[in-house]
């Protein structure tokens, strides 16, 4: 993906639904996200803030791409009655859905990585937006929105749970650049991480 077409994607609003395709979208490491809130209470995030309304966001939780293990105390099964619902809306196992949610956020609803990844399932602002996700930072949006673009993913590379794990790690591009899991380190370790979170995660939605 160009820098010209990440530039426009980043653009979009959070809370308008985009016409781009649903893509995992990388932004530069020192983005900077801005946020604004309406006269209703609804949150926008970006990080190219389109009037002076917007502010700069700085989170109180930065965490690295997926932490290597959850801390002291966590809750992971917390957002279950979510993560079943969204799972039977979509089709998508909620097993599988809830060993994304610990590999990306590490169940933490706040997480912002140091790309611009928001919420449980590390939404991008522009894959936010083209999921119509208002407030990536609610953990109901987020995850009703991630598991739709888990499902996106699974669909496009015909029911092959790896690869769909991969796209939403490194973006459908670079799977079928690579024709398979592409060779880098993180999206290899990524893809090993879920299946195996995924396995035990199965006895939760029994």
Same mark, same amino acid.
């Given at each position: ?6 530039? !426009?994607?980043? +653009? /979009? ?5 985009? @016409? ?5 979208? #990388?932004?530069?490491?020192? %983005? ?55 799972? !039977?809306?979509? +089709? /998508? ?5 809830? @060993? ?5 956020? #590490?169940?933490?609803?706040? %997480? ?95």
């Amino acid at each position: 993906m160009g820098t010209e077409t990440r530039t !426009r994607l980043a +653009r /979009v609003a959070l809370g308008m639904l985009s @016409a781009i395709g649903l893509l995992l979208i #990388a932004a530069p490491a020192s %983005a900077q996200l801005y946020k604004f809130v309406d006269a209703d209470g609804r949150m926008y995030f970006t990080d190219t803030p389109l009037h002076e309304g917007y502010k700069a966001y700085r989170p109180k939780s930065i965490r690295p791409h997926y932490p290597k293990k959850l801390k002291l105390g966590v809750k992971t099964g917390k957002f279950d009655p979510v993560i079943a619902q969204a799972g !039977r809306t979509h +089709r /998508v196992s909620p097993a599988l859905v809830k @060993a994304v949610i610990h590999a990306e956020s #590490a169940f933490n609803p706040n %997480a912002v990585s140091h790309v611009g990844a928001l919420g449980l399932m590390q939404l991008m602002p522009g894959t936010a937006a083209s999921l119509g996700v208002a407030d990536p930072l609610n953990p109901w949006q987020n995850i009703e929105g991630g598991t739709r673009y888990l499902k996106k993913m699974i669909g496009r590379f015909e029911g092959d749970t790896t690869l769909a794990l991969a796209a939403y790690n490194a973006g459908p591009t670079a799977v079928r650049r690579h024709d398979g899991i592409p060779p880098y380190r993180e999206t290899q370790t990524y893809v090993k991480k879920v299946m195996k979170l995924y396995r035990r995660y199965h006895a939760d939605f029994r």
